[in-house]
């Protein structure tokens, strides 16, 4: 019987160090860890005044009324005039901020300078619609330049932006509007999806008929197709393009609200996270800078996240444009109009970092590398993964077919409640294992514990806990503090509970295991999934796998395995034996699935993450049989049912 709160199985001997030119050349060296490890206030204080403040704080970090943080008190800053105006004054202003790919293929540059009249007139618009400092403002837009000049717009006016993605529904829209208590919502006609408009406008229309709050409505333009009208909407076209191109920005405190971003969580109603000014801007900046290695001259720098997702909001638009940074934002899916569709941007705008999400490579995995084979890469030299635990044979078809095997990956761990990228490795600093986020940045302590919250120590596995408090961390859920402690603050006193999994190795390095909510129990062994997945991921015939624990009478839980094979390979009775003996081979018999099934797809939710919470109520309702193959199309179909009316699963 082992007592460990996670058993710690896989072993990974791989390790890749950053190359002699890279390390001369990166932002970050290993200095930055002493540096933060002598004094982390000072640290951050540093990190701090690479920003332009109107007023200095007088105090770095007031941590007296814990779990709520106030950081750089007295000073005042926009965000704005951050991301913008300062590129503009010191001479940047023919820089592009964005190069914008349609999915259809229209193109268009923004030059900073251009980014600061757009910005500004966007801001002046909000104000003749009487938006002021605090006011809420809800944004559902595609991947289009206004949505960031929407964002910029209220950051700049110190209105409180609350963007919601795009592909969620009327109802959950409307949950998110009343929560916050929106006073406008930024929309448009649609966006382009999978070669076709896709109608963004209908669900604002439903949305709005039951908010009150909503005074106006501003729609962007963006496909030409028809849309209802009411006499609350106003085109972005007529209002905006019509206002003067200067505006005079104000500072604000550094802890005014800066946007809310819902995030669901496994139960119950969404929460708003909410991010403040001075402290989140100051590590998105900092990470975004160090992590990714940004030479603002030179690179040309794409993270594909949707602005509907906190990785769009920190690492498309804040900490990108706050290092002014060339940018490329795309609106489309990868698939469209082919599979080839994201190396043929790379290739084009000679993408020089990528950031991307577990999801996405194995997809490309399963499409076969021919594909990215046939496009020129050779501008890549930094890859990133966010929003899973990438497995290590992923990690390693990453590094091998995207980054030609020259460029150091970042996984970075974080959450929409951290803002920022949290542990990570420096690129030119760390030797990168496959599949590990390796360690916690400079300024960042992190723990991994047992359910006494001791330290588990090299070689443990355990829960991920943040031990001090940092500059982006969330200041509450909107409206809600007691379950904002109730939450993150109170399953060990002054520790804040992620929610994940971690292990660390024999040499200290931080692998993340998942959602303690999945770990599964096995006889008495508490066993993640994302190791059982990780294993059937390395054998040659699999893309992707999704691994639960399913009630079992004998060991208690059982682990069922669903597995995606690679294009071109044949399901079989021995395929299945083949993946169980190897995962027994891979991580021990212990974690030897009961049963595996082969399926076309899984369900994920709308960032890219695998829901096995619906894929255990299959494992434990159904019939499922001795069947290699989910034959009854009728399950998948019902995933994907519940993947769109459940409100609950929206995240
Ligand atoms: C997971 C996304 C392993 C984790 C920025 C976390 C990861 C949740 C990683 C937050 C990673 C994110 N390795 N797991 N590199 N990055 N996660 O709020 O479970 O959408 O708690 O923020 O994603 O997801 P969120």
């Given at each position: ?60 970090l007031d941590w007296s009324k814990a779990p709520f943080a106030t950081w750089f008190d007295g ?577």
């Amino acid at each position: 019987m082992s007592h460990d709160a996670i058993e710690n199985l896989s072993h990974e001997d791989r390790a890749f160090a950053p190359s002699a030119e890279f390390a001369a050349q990166a932002n970050a060296t290993a200095a930055l860890y002493d540096e933060a490890a002598v004094d982390r206030l000072a640290f951050w204080d540093k990190q701090a005044r690479e920003l332009q403040w109107e007023t200095p704080w007088h105090t770095t970090l007031d941590w007296s009324k814990a779990p709520f943080a106030t950081w750089f008190d007295g000073g005042k800053l926009n965000v704005a005039v951050n991301c913008v105006d300062r590129h503009v004054a010191a001479g940047h202003g023919d820089q592009v901020a964005y190069h914008f790919e349609g999915e259809p293929g229209d193109t268009r540059d923004i030059t900073y300078s251009e980014l600061l009249v757009e910005v500004s007139k966007a801001a002046n618009a909000l104000e003749s619609l009487g938006v002021k400092a605090g006011d809420r403002v809800a944004i559902y837009l595609p991947m289009i330049p206004e949505a960031a000049v929407a964002m910029l717009a209220c950051a700049r006016i110190g209105a409180v932006h609350s963007v919601i993605f795009g592909g969620f529904s009327a109802e959950a829209l409307r949950s998110r509007i009343d929560d916050a208590q929106a006073v406008l919502v930024i929309t448009c006609d649609g966006g382009n999806r999978k070669g076709k408009p896709m109608a963004l406008k209908p669900a604002v229309d439903e949305a709005v008929l039951q908010t009150p709050t909503v005074k106006d409505v501003l729609v962007v333009r963006r496909t030409g197709q028809d849309v209802e009208w009411t006499e609350r909407d106003i085109w972005w076209h007529d209002l905006v393009d019509a206002q003067p191109e200067t505006h005079e920005a104000q500072a604000f405190d550094a802890e005014h609200p800066l946007f809310i971003l819902y995030t669901s969580g496994t139960t119950g109603k969404p929460k708003g996270i909410l991010h403040t000014t001075g402290g989140y801007l100051t590590q998105v900046t900092y990470t975004h800078r160090n992590v990714f290695d940004l030479k603002p001259d030179t690179d040309v720098y794409w993270c594909t996240a949707d602005i509907g997702w906190v990785t769009g909001h920190s690492y498309v638009v804040y900490g990108p444009l706050a290092n002014r940074a060339t940018s490329l934002m795309y609106e489309g899916t990868p698939d469209s109009p082919h599979n080839g569709r994201w190396w043929e941007l790379v290739e084009k705008y000679r993408v020089s970092i990528l950031y991307t999400a577990p999801t996405a490579i194995r997809t490309f995995m399963k499409w076969g590398e021919d594909i990215p084979a046939r496009f020129d890469m050779s501008s890549l030299r930094v890859l990133g993964s966010v929003g899973e635990p990438i497995n290590p044979e992923a990690w390693m078809w990453y590094r091998r077919v995207i980054g030609g095997d020259r460029c150091p990956i970042v996984d970075t761990w974080w959450q929409t409640e951290t803002g920022a990228i949290m542990i990570s490795p420096l690129p030119g600093v760390t030797a990168t294992k496959p599949g590990s986020a390796m360690g916690a940045l400079p300024g960042i302590c992190a723990e991994v514990v047992d359910d006494e919250a001791h330290p588990v120590g090299n070689g443990g596995g355990g829960y991920l806990v943040l031990t001090e408090p940092w500059p982006s961390m969330l200041r509450g859920i909107w409206g809600e503090n007691d379950r904002y402690v109730e939450t993150y603050w109170s399953r060990w006193k002054g520790l804040y509970f992620a929610g994940d999994g971690a292990k660390l190795d024999d040499d200290g390095a931080i692998w993340l295991l998942g959602r303690v909510d999945d770990v599964m129990n096995i006889s008495g062994h508490r066993i993640s999934t994302t190791e059982v997945e990780s294993a059937l991921v390395s054998h040659p015939v699999v893309a992707e796998a999704a691994v639960v624990g399913a009630a079992d009478d004998t060991t208690g839980q059982g682990i069922v395995a669903f597995v995606i094979l690679r294009e071109g390979v044949e399901p079989g009775d021995h395929i299945v034996a083949d993946l169980r003996n190897h995962v027994a081979h891979e991580i021990g018999p212990i974690a030897k699935p009961r049963q595996i099934l082969v399926v076309p797809e899984l369900p994920k939710t709308r960032s890219g993450k695998i829901m096995r919470r619906l894929l255990r109520d299959i494992a434990e309702n159904r019939d499922i049989g001795d069947t290699t193959t989910l034959a009854d199309p009728t399950i998948m179909a019902l995933i994907g049912t519940g993947l769109t009316t459940n409100p609950g699963t929206e995240d």
